[in-house]
């Protein structure tokens, strides 16, 4: 059924153009092998389809959901969904969650970076259309109505809810999740946000909220992280984040950000697209190719894009 699902996904018209032999396999994604080859050159903009091969991969799928200017993250593995933030209000979340089919209720686990609109709004609509049965969050409260009416279904779904630090580790059969930020939180929402580490087998993942660099920095003086094959740019890919020593450090092959086509703030910034090209990562964002899916069988991966 899932597999039917991606077959499903618009085919890539420049896929047909450059590999006409491959018609039947014609969805836009690229099938990389890891560790040890990189099948696929270097990107120098954000909408390549690389190289495209006749590998067939199931297991886990990580799904950038495009949420606009926001973040929303859903983690599915079989009949287990963990959700990281959902976007704003009616921005995309829940009609992706329903219409995808992919869930199988309740929701394992929703996870809030911190209480900013942009990351929990959607999560108070998925809270309210599907059961939840665990909620993590930061534990930093924020005086907004958006916080409260979080909080408020939070509370009304009557599911357990944690505070997650640093060295807290959640396991979900194949893959597990590592809190490595916040150790202690500050006055400052976005570096508040929980940066999480997801490992399923050689495949690394890092989602790091709206941190920035001094977080970043910070993360990088924890020892908790090395390399990554795939990075979720922290703070919807400002130049806030994306610093040259983290990205250098974590040398993903693909980095993902999310933000909104045309969005006020100019996200992605040029110097986080620099730092992502200096390390050679294939560069995707929900603005130019809608939902990207990352999907893993521990050992190799593939992205499919939405557009
Ligand atoms: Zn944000």
Not at 54 to 76: A, F, R, S
Not at 174 to 185: D, I, N, Q, R
Not at 205 to 228: I, K, N, P, Q, Y
């Amino acid at each position: 059924m899932k597999l039917l699902l991606l077959l499903l996904i618009p085919v890539s018209i420049i896929g047909l153009l450059i590999y006409p032999s491959l018609e039947k396999d014609s969805t836009n994604e690229e099938v990389t092998t890891h560790p040890t080859e990189v099948v696929s050159p270097a990107p120098k903009n954000t909408t390549t389809t690389g190289t495209i091969l006749p590998v067939d991969i199931e297991g886990l799928n990580v799904h950038y959901i495009d949420v606009g200017q926001g973040d929303c993250t859903l983690i599915d593995l079989g009949s287990i969904e963990v959700v990281i933030d959902g976007g704003k209000y009616n921005s995309g979340a829940v009609s992706y969650l329903e219409t995808s089919g992919l869930v199988e209720e309740p929701i394992e686990y929703l996870l809030a970076t911190h209480p900013d609109a942009d990351h929990i709004q959607g999560l108070t609509d998925i809270l309210q259309a599907f059961e939840v049965e665990h909620v993590g969050h930061n534990g930093v409260a924020k005086d907004t109505l958006t916080y409260t009416d979080w909080w408020k279904a939070v509370v009304n779904e009557g599911c357990s809810h944690d505070v997650l630090r640093r060295g807290i580790t959640l396991d979900f059969e194949s893959f597990s999740l590592l809190v490595v930020h916040p150790f202690l939180t500050t006055s400052n929402y976005n570096a508040d946000s929980i940066s999480i580490l997801l490992e399923h087998e050689d495949i690394v993942f890092l989602l790091t909220g709206d941190c920035e660099t001094e977080s970043e920095l910070e993360m990088l003086g924890s020892g908790l992280l090395g390399e990554v094959v795939v990075l979720k740019a922290g703070h919807h890919g400002s130049r806030t984040a994306s610093s040259w020593p983290f990205i250098d450090t974590l040398k993903p092959e693909v980095v993902v950000y999310s933000c909104g086509l045309g969005n006020t703030y100019g996200h992605p910034h040029e110097e986080a697209v620099e730092n992502w090209n200096a390390v050679g990562a294939s560069i995707y964002g929900t603005d130019v190719n809608g939902t990207v899916v990352v999907t893993t069988d521990g050992t190799n991966y593939k992205v499919t894009l939405a557009k």
